[in-house]
């Protein structure tokens, strides 16, 4: 029996566009896009955990109701757990990284510069004497190139500009919802006992209007930390337990893999950890139940995007 989605092929669709977790197929007016239970780190696949890809597309269908007042959205219709169809909009190729606290293991995050010596960073300056996992004294930008593959590259305010990556009106729109959105987050897991501790953002831009699409506040694309245990874990410098995928990156670091060669096979008791803990953010956050179901569901998700597209005729 399958127990997780690795994949969707739907006949008459067109081609399926396949990214490190979405499938997605691209028509005339609109996109529909899949979450598959594919787990990817260090930009490379490294299994599957079960409910992942459902966790994240109604996680984010959830965040994207949340915020439209802040900023229009993609979404047009959620018609099966693991499946939106959303609108067509150019991507926006920055990633907009905010942060509220220091932290990080990648290339990209900030406390690895600033462990090294660093004080500067994304064009920011920060203050000598912070620890990792610290929170800064207000949330900061720290935006990246959106590649097509492989790493995402550092960008500051300045080369944005210069490089005219997006317009000047464009750029000041993405920060202001950025930072509006993030405190949005913030709030409400702030009422779910969880710390926002950073987060990242895509755009895009339809009809000449700016608009938030991809995922948003997802286990995948955040880091969450349990509120009540943090301040005890940083005094312990304890790293802080967390509902999203950096126990992954940390599994897989402590197996000595960090992106290069042939990666280790997950146990299924880890797994399972992790299925539980994308479980458990949704209901958190949401204060709803999450709805398991049985595998296989191609079938399921092939039946509803035909229903779908059948009725929006």
């Not at 047009?76 to 926006?92: F, G, M, Q, R, Y």
């Not at 004294?137 to 990246?144: D, H, L, R, S």
């Not at 550092?154 to 990556?165: A, D, F, M, S």
């Not at 992790?274 to 458990?280: A, D, E, P, T, V």
Request: glycine fraction near 6%.
């Amino acid at each position: 029996m399958v127990s997780v989605l690795k994949t969707v092929d739907i006949p008459n669709l067109g081609k399926k566009h396949q990214g490190k977790v979405r499938d997605t197929y691209i028509l005339p007016d609109k996109r529909i896009i899949i979450t598959t239970d594919r787990q990817s780190a260090f930009d490379k696949i490294l299994g599957h955990i079960p409910y992942k890809g459902a966790v994240l597309n109604q996680l984010s269908a959830y965040w994207f109701n949340s915020t439209k007042k802040i900023i229009p959205n993609h979404i047009i219709d959620v018609p099966d757990p693991n499946v939106s169809v959303v609108k067509n909009a150019k991507l926006v190729p920055i990633e907009m990284v905010v942060r509220g606290y220091i932290t990080g293991v990648t290339d990209t995050s900030i406390w690895g510069s600033y462990e090294k010596g660093e004080r500067v960073i994304y064009g920011i300056k920060f203050p000598d004497g912070l620890k990792k996992n610290q929170k800064l004294p207000k949330p900061v930008i720290t935006p990246t190139t959106k590649a097509e593959s492989g790493h995402d590259e550092r960008l500051t305010e300045k080369e944005i500009l210069e490089k005219k990556i997006v317009e000047p009106k464009i750029w000041r729109q993405m920060k202001k919802a950025a930072l509006a959105i993030f405190e949005k987050g913030t709030k409400v897991c702030n009422r779910a006992g969880i710390i926002l501790a950073d987060t990242k953002y895509e755009f895009g831009i339809l009809d000449g209007k700016l608009m938030l699409i991809d995922e948003v506040h997802t286990p995948d694309s955040s880091r969450f930390w349990i509120k009540k245990t943090y301040k005890d874990r940083f005094k312990k410098g304890l790293e802080p337990e967390s509902y999203d995928k950096e126990p992954l990156r940390i599994w897989f670091k402590e197996h000595g893999y960090s992106g290069q060669g042939k990666p280790p096979i997950m146990p299924d008791d880890f797994v399972k950890h992790m299925s539980n803990l994308y479980i458990g953010i949704y209901e958190k956050i949401t204060g709803k139940k999450f709805k398991e179901f049985r595998y296989p569901i191609n079938k399921r998700i092939e039946e509803n995007v035909k229903k779908y597209l059948k009725s929006s005729n």
